[in-house]
């Protein structure tokens, strides 16, 4: 968001604040449990949300040069996204198209001498475009190979408002403004083009990536949950949501941010009195505080098992090794208390649910957020 647009979201969570109420969905949610134990369910959603819907693969500035790549699999199909030398990005299937082998040894990186990929097993080599370039001993051990038609196979990426999105399924394509539904706007100027990339931290959870997902999408439990951390910083059970047709924001005040009606509105800083929680469906989350924002996608693996990637940018990089090791403890400390806080508490909600009485989970009108993204979840699935 740009500068006014924040000075009008601070003015709704003045507004919140001072009546002390949220934003309310028209009425209560009841989800059956088995939505999030049925494994024939579960066998869906992994084809219809992540294989054959567009997935966030991070902001552009986790590519900022020419040969930088980014890899995952986490969708069932490994991708390999690379930025070419004229600053527009290609995706691939990332298989060697001789046994199969992945191109690159970690998630992020730089393509070798900024130019080729070199598969590990056997040594195949392919350039930016995904052309063969290089087969050793080829021309003995496979002579009768056509290399021009294996290279690799392309996927539909796009980048656009400074995020980059890519179709795991190579026969399908999509419409990126479609899958935004208008949430790039209240996305600008959060610095996704530029922004430096500190790095990723990897974490397994043994539960459905959906109840992962639902502890994001409200903050009726800081109260109760975080006493110690984020309710020190945040109220709890006050938010700004706004849906954009599948995705939804929502804003949330400081504890200081009343520190306002003493300063002149041209004066005000409105992101040191608030913070934003977006959600991109159907897996991901951009956290946008005062300084800086992060990223939190989540996988299926298993009914009963996920995995969460959470990645911090900073404006810039940082200057000294001290200041490194600032952010570097404070990114620390926010998984920390997502996976000592939340995740502990989450995987005792499993538990309950996987022990097979039949119920309905309630969401309340104050939990707009969590609504969304299971509304989101039926029309998709029908």
């Known amino acids: 968001?740009?500068?006014?647009?924040?000075?009008?979201?601070?003015?709704?969570?003045?507004?919140?604040?001072?009546?002390?109420?949220?934003?309310?969905?028209?009425?209560?949610?009841?989800?059956?449990?088995?939505?999030?134990?049925?494994p024939a369910l579960f066998e869906r959603e992994k084809i219809e949300l992540f294989r054959n819907y567009p997935q966030f693969a991070g902001p552009s500035c986790i590519l900022p040069e020419p040969g930088d790549y980014f890899a995952f699999d986490d969708t069932g199909i490994p991708i390999l996204i690379v930025r070419q030398d004229d600053a527009s990005l290609k995706a691939f299937v990332n298989i060697c198209s001789h046994r199969g082998a992945p191109l690159n040894e970690c998630d992020h990186g730089k393509a070798k001498k900024g130019r080729m990929f070199s598969c590990p097993y056997h040594g195949w080599s392919y350039d930016l475009e995904g052309k063969l370039i290089g087969v050793p001993f080829g021309n003995e051990g496979?002579?009768?190979?056509?290399?021009?038609?294996?290279?690799?196979?392309?996927?539909?990426?796009?980048?656009?408002?400074?995020?980059?999105?890519?179709?795991?399924?190579?026969?399908?394509t999509f419409n990126i403004d479609e899958v935004l539904g208008g949430i790039q706007?209240?996305?600008?100027?959060f610095g996704f083009e530029d922004h430096y990339y500190l790095g990723a931290k990897q974490v397994f959870t043994n539960f459905s990536w959906k109840l992962n997902m639902d502890t994001f999408h409200e903050y009726y439990h800081f109260e109760f949950l975080h006493p110690e951390s984020i309710a020190t910083m945040a109220y709890s059970n006050t938010a700004h949501y706004k849906q954009y047709e599948r995705n939804h924001s929502m804003g949330s005040p400081s504890l200081a941010i009343n520190e306002l009606k003493d300063i002149p509105e041209d004066q005000w800083e409105p992101r040191e009195y608030s913070s934003y929680v977006n959600f991109l469906f159907p897996n991901t989350v951009i956290f946008v505080v005062n300084d800086h924002f992060q990223t939190w996608r989540v996988y299926p693996i298993a009914p009963d098992r996920s995995v969460v990637y959470h990645s911090m940018f900073l404006p810039a990089e940082p200057k000294t090794s001290?200041?490194?090791?600032g952010y570097e403890e404070y990114f620390q400390m926010i998984n920390d208390v997502a996976v000592a806080e939340d995740y502990s508490l989450v995987d005792k909600i499993n538990r309950g649910l996987q022990a097979g009485i039949e119920r309905k989970v309630?969401?309340?009108?104050?939990?707009?957020?969590?609504?969304?993204?299971?509304?989101?979840?039926?029309d998709v699935l029908s």
């Open 1 to 38: 968001m740009q500068r006014q647009h924040l000075v009008e979201e601070v003015k709704i969570l003045l507004d919140l604040v001072a009546r002390n109420t949220t934003t309310l969905a028209d009425s209560v949610m009841e989800i059956d449990v088995s939505e999030y134990t049925d």
């Open 142 to 172: 496979f002579d009768s190979i056509d290399r021009d038609t294996l290279g690799l196979r392309t996927l539909d990426v796009q980048e656009k408002y400074g995020m980059v999105f890519v179709m795991p399924n190579p026969d399908m």
């Open 185 to 189: 706007e209240r996305l600008s100027g």
């Open 322 to 325: 001290e200041e490194r090791q």
């Open 362 to 378: 309630l969401v309340g009108r104050n939990e707009p957020g969590v609504q969304n993204m299971h509304r989101q979840l039926h």
